[in-house]
């Protein structure tokens, strides 16, 4: 793949599969704005890409709310000159099961992923209407079908899948293409957390998905990051409105 001389956004950006994404995009040559909840990972992994020779730039986000969120892509194109790929990353889990879970839980969720994936598209589309051209990867999850003590996570997920159908309608006429990545099991802290909310041990947790799963083992970031970086590279220019599985098997 070939990103030289693309500028790639990446929310959530500072840990997990948002920073493999942000390192992997970087590594093909795109400049990377890493944006995170939280500037001090965001700004880690941006002096990771700067220490290989690739320009990046940290930058702190909540990208429940509009403002923050246009000043995020605000900066990323004065800063790095241009916008080319949106990736989403930005993620929080508040697992309960329905009868527990509270509604400032329900929304937490529903914001950050779903209203946040809107919000972000919206304020990228923007830059990419009138230059008609870029690449928006939104993040959504096997949980999207469907996991118990996940209402919250399912539902914005499965949510995610449908804007991203919409927008790659809406916005294909400009030559944005709009994919979505549902990644399976990954191991980061997030599926940890999942571990801890079903009071089991980690390591024995990832021993059994790998055995359920046909490729018998636990996924990583980079798994998820090299399909991104597929999706906005120029490999993947006839390809839009789609959601590809990232789970080690149908």
Known sequence: MNLEGMVALVTGGGRGIGAA?????????????????????????????????????ALSCDVRFPGPVEQMVRETVEKLGRL????????????????KMSEEDWDLVIDTHLKGSF???????????PQRSGKMVLISSTSALGNRGQANYSAAKMGIQGLARTLAIELGRYNINVNVVAPGFIETRMTMQTAE????DFEGFKEAVAAATPIPRVGVPDDVAGTIAFLVGPDASYISGQTLYVRGGP
């Open 119 to 129: 919000l972000c598209s919206q304020a990228a589309q923007r830059v990419m209407v």
């Open 21 to 57: 994404t942000a390192l992997r995009l970087a590594r093909e040559g795109a400049a990377v704005a890493v944006a995170d909840m939280d500037l001090e990972p965001a700004q880690e992994v941006a002096d990771k890409v700067s220490a290989q020779g690739g320009r990046a730039l």
């Open 197 to 200: 909310r079903m009071g089991v």
């Open 84 to 99: 080319d790929a949106l990736v989403t990353c930005a993620g929080v889990l508040r697992d309960n099961l329905v009868h």
